[in-house]
């Protein structure tokens, strides 16, 4: 069984994506998986004038620790993440699991343990319907986090209805916010609560670990929301 | 400012080779006059704000509104409802576009005055909201596009034989005047919300084709008119040419007509979602107001891009025309081709057709592909139109009626969410550039050289500019095909769902864990349905784009060395941690996924709060 420990993710400008995995492959990654994302306004006036979108892609790779660590060293020093709106890299402790063929190996689940307990911040993953990721990322923001990345995605196996065969999928929208620890609590309470998460069907809110971030920047003054993610 | 400098950026990166060849041309060969150089450079600022504004507008109101239409559209459940309302969306929009007006009186005149241009816009408009209705359908019952479109154009070809030549080229050109700037991309809009809501495994390539679609039902109802009413020749006169005179007095004095065009263009779209607004969408406040802005923006950018082009681009492609045509006929081609080849990617539809090519493959199609297959397709287009205009022997059937046909029979071999491509890029690059510089150009070309008629020459020019993307993008598909590693998506065997018993619904305290799995494309729903035979409830698919671990199976297109990433599907799955190890575990013995779908596995632990 080959561990693979974390997932190293990448949120940075479209188009950019392909370059800093080409970088990451160099490093010693063998591969990623690109999806396309959109990320929240940095200013109030851009709010207001309806240029809410800034179109972002987010890459994940599988690496060991020690790779995610030389990757995060990568963005800093090459993608210049120490700067503001550049992007942002974490990583997220996951286990791969991988199985010989016809073994079935017993694989101890990874609890919190596991983790190391250093790094000051966690991933809060919003999973609604479309439509409602900005009441989440308003939520998010009132109660202190400081932006989100939007991915659409859909809802899986939904039953045949209509005149014609015709699957509806639901679309869902995937809202992952990256905020310091002490705030995580506070920040997923408040969208339990404005979004009705207990009620059935409002979708689901989770906390992933975050072993590693670069490129966060906290905010000094309410005018100059800084975009996270 | 992110966005719209991105989008300023997009915009100059494709404006400026336009600009750079046109001054080169302007102090090198040809000669204008100082008063129409500087309004072609005060245009082409215009220009560059007027199209970032309104991509911005399309993206914040075209977009939701479309996908809204579609939504109701699809889930009307009553065939009939949905034939009406595709009908009357098609009509709509179509009946509004002032491109359309212009054409119907140009015919109005040609012909004497025999068919009255209001006829023909309501003729055309019918035609068009039809085949919208048909194309509606072809989507949601999945008849392939390659197979509609086979049927559509041999209707066509049959009409073909019955129509004059001059009318031939009217009813394709007719086809570039339905396909405006306004109208493509909500047609476009439309078709993306409609997969969307369809879902299922075609939605990636149901995305595409409607504009293809739309244009068809345009050519259908010119050459019905000319069948019908028996008119075969065309005659009439076009005004003498004179340039404008002065800077900002021909600026200044089109932006009225202009932006009441731009304002009767998008009133009909506006005015059908407001009622379904009030009856049916209800949409939130701050949604709408988005949707407000978006508009508002739309008809400023709509009004500052054809004030540009119309001022600042037509005079100065009439000029460049007349004069490389009294040089030499092998300048004249030449130019033509390299005007072609960068005009075609200013156009407003092909900015759209670019994101959402982007947006449905996340990536997966390189856009930088498809925009040199298009402006190559546009480029030959050009030269050869240059090539009708200097030798009067060769007309346009020659290259439209073939270049169709080779279209058709290579669209069974290719990869059919190119074929959707293809079909649109043919409405998506017949827009407002091509209209007015491509059209001046080759007007004023056929001007200078006695054997051209500039009525006959003049039209065409549009047909074969909407014929030749058709045929270079689905070429490029039977190439990609030939590339491409074949995915076959796998049948999903239908399992009886067991839930395992040892799931505790109610008990929050468990600890979750989040599983994220990555497979090819196709085999999401086949990853979803093992995990709930596992015990898994929940899943969030999301689509991506990846890499291809080793080297030797990398798609590497030759000379323009774009690689080709494979489509991946990620799934999100939450469930508890005793079940996940099961999950797990079942998702990495099913020897299908391993071995055709590359699965890979990760697991973390999390902490839940809701549950579906």
């Known amino acids: 069984m080959i561990d693979i420990e974390t997932l190293f993710f990448v949120v940075v400008a479209r188009g950019k994506a392909n370059a800093i995995l080409k970088k990451a492959q160099e490093c010693g990654a063998a591969g990623g998986t690109i999806f396309l994302g959109e990320g929240t306004a940095p200013s109030k006036l851009l709010d207001t004038l309806g240029l809410t979108e800034v179109q972002k892609e987010i890459l994940m790779i599988s690496s060991t620790n020690e790779l995610s660590d030389k990757l995060h060293e990568v963005a800093k020093a090459e993608f210049s993440f120490t700067k503001r709106n550049k992007g942002i890299a974490f990583t997220i402790p996951f286990q791969q699991r991988k199985l010989k063929p016809g073994i079935q190996e017993e694989i101890s689940v990874p609890d919190d343990t596991d983790i190391p307990d250093i790094s000051p911040y966690s991933c809060i993953v919003t999973i609604v319907d479309k439509g409602r990721s900005k009441a989440c990322i308003n939520a998010a923001k009132a109660a202190g986090a400081n932006g989100g990345t939007i991915i659409h995605g859909r809802g899986a196996g939904i039953p045949t209805d209509f005149y014609f065969p015709l699957v509806i999928e639901p679309q869902k929208d995937i809202v992952m916010i990256i905020t310091a620890k002490e705030k995580t609590s506070q920040i997923r309470e408040r969208i339990f609560s404005e979004l009705e998460i207990d009620k059935t069907g409002n979708g689901i809110v989770f906390t992933l670990p975050v072993s590693r971030a670069t490129g966060l920047f906290e905010n000094t003054n309410e005018e100059s929301k800084e975009v996270l993610a | ?612």
């Open chain 2, 1 to 612: 400012m992110n966005l719209i400098r991105e989008k300023t950026r997009e915009v100059t990166r494709t404006l400026l080779p336009v600009f750079i060849i046109v001054l080169i041309l302007c102090f090198t060969i040809v000669d204008v006059e100082t008063d129409v150089m500087v309004r072609f450079i005060v245009g082409s600022v215009m220009l560059l704000a007027g199209l970032s504004i309104f991509l911005w507008g399309v993206d914040l109101s075209m977009n939701p509104i479309g996908e809204y239409m579609a939504q109701e559209v699809a889930t009307s459940r009553s065939p009939i409802i949905i034939a009406i309302l595709s009908f009357l969306l098609g009509f709509l929009i179509t009946v509004a576009e002032p491109d359309l007006l212009v054409l119907g009186s140009q015919i109005e005149s040609a012909s004497g005055g025999t068919m009255s241009a209001q006829l023909i816009v309501y003729m055309v408009s019918i035609g068009v909201g039809v085949l919208i209705a048909l194309g509606v359908f072809r989507l949601l019952k999945d008849v392939p596009l390659s197979i509609f479109m086979a049927i559509t154009y041999g209707i066509i070809f049959i009409f073909a034989l019955f129509v004059s030549e001059e009318f031939l080229a009217i009813a394709f050109d007719s086809s570039g005047a339905t396909t405006g700037a306004l109208t493509t991309p909500f047609i476009l809009a439309i078709s993306l919300g409609l997969s969307r809501v369809k879902g299922g495994k075609k939605s990636e390539e149901n995305s595409f084709g409607l504009v293809g679609i739309m244009s068809a039902g345009a050519i259908i109802a010119v050459m019905l008119i000319s069948v019908i009413s028996g008119q075969k020749n065309i005659h009439g006169d076009v005004a003498e040419f004179l340039p404008a005179k002065g800077v900002f007095g021909p600026i200044f004095g089109i932006i009225p007509s202009v932006f009441f065009e731009s304002l009767m263009a998008l009133l009909p779209l506006t005015v059908l979602f407001f009622v379904f607004n009030f009856t049916k969408f209800k949409i939130k406040k701050g949604e709408m107001s988005v949707i407000l802005k978006g508009l508002l923006y739309t008809l400023l950018g709509l009004t500052l891009f054809l004030t540009a082009v119309n001022s600042g681009f037509m005079d100065m492609g009439r000029i460049i025309g007349i004069q490389l045509a009294s040089m030499s006929p092998w300048i004249l081609i030449i130019i033509g081709f390299i005007l072609g080849l960068i005009v075609v990617l200013v156009e407003p539809a092909v900015h759209v057709l670019g994101e959402q090519i982007e947006e449905v493959t996340a990536g997966h199609i390189p856009i930088k592909l498809i925009r040199m297959t298009l402006s190559l397709g546009v480029g030959i287009a050009i030269a050869l139109s240059m090539v009708r205009i200097v030798v009067p022997e060769v007309k346009l059937w020659y290259f439209i009626i073939p270049g169709f046909a080779l279209a058709i029979l290579l669209s069974f071999k290719s990869e059919p969410i190119f074929v959707g491509i293809a079909y649109d890029a043919g409405g998506v690059a017949s827009g407002p550039m091509t209209a007015t510089f491509i059209l001046a150009f080759a007007q004023g070309a056929a001007s200078a050289i006695d054997t051209a008629d500039v009525l006959v020459d003049g039209f065409g020019v549009i047909a074969m500019v909407a014929m030749a993307p058709v045929l270079s993008i689905i070429i490029l598909g039977r190439v990609f095909e030939h590339k491409h590693k074949k995915v076959q998506s796998p049948v999903i065997e239908e399992e009886t769902v067991v839930i395992s018993p040892s799931l505790d619904d109610k008990d929050y305290d468990e600890q979750h864990n989040c599983i994220v799995v990555v497979v090819n494309r196709g085999f999401a729903e086949e990853v979803v349905s093992v995990a709930r035979n596992a015990g898994a409830r929940g899943a969030t698919i999301m689509h991506g784009r990846g890499t291809e671990e080793k080297e030797e199976e990398k798609v590497l297109i030759p000379v323009v060395n774009i690689e080709l990433q494979p489509e991946k599907e990620i799934i999100w799955l939450i469930t508890g941690s005793r079940i996940s190890v099961s999950v797990a575990n079942r998702l990495l013995s099913h020897t299908k996924l391993i071995e055709e779908g590359e699965i890979s596995v990760f697991v973390s632990s999390t902490e839940s709060m809701g549950q579906e």
